[in-house]
């Protein structure tokens, strides 16, 4: 039933400087732009980002850190955390070992939403699988 992720989506309710801050912190541009929504392709699967206006959630989307994390692959987990704190984001969860080369950390953007990193070896054996 379900295939894979396809878009990542996150609201912000100063909408440009959220697109902005993605920007700087992934080094691209979105490559879809229009009026409320930008999106990103990014890593190595070109998953998406998609950065929503906030007046566009659902109704009773709550405007706290919360609910599900997405956690992205990054090859350096101290390096990635390093980065986001220093471009303003705050840490909700250090760095923490889950066992065997799986190991998390989450930041809460500026704009409210919580963003997963980790290390995660099964990610480098699909995409060696992949690339064979």
Known sequence: MLRGLATVN?????????????????????????PGYHEFRIGDYEHE???????YAPEGEP?????????????????AVARLLDLGATLREPI????????????????GNVLGVMTNPHYLQILARDRA
């Open 49 to 55: 980002l998609g950065i929503i206006d906030r007046r």
């Open 96 to 111: 923490t070992e889950r066992g065997e080369g799986f190991v998390t950390a989450s930041v809460v953007d500026p704009f």
């Open 10 to 34: 996150i609201y912000a309710a100063d909408h440009a400087a959220a697109s902005h801050w993605y920007a700087d912190l992934l080094g691209i541009e979105p490559y879809y732009q229009r």
């Open 63 to 79: 405007d706290v850190p919360g609910g599900a994390v997405v956690n992205w692959y990054v090859d350096d987990l101290q390096g």
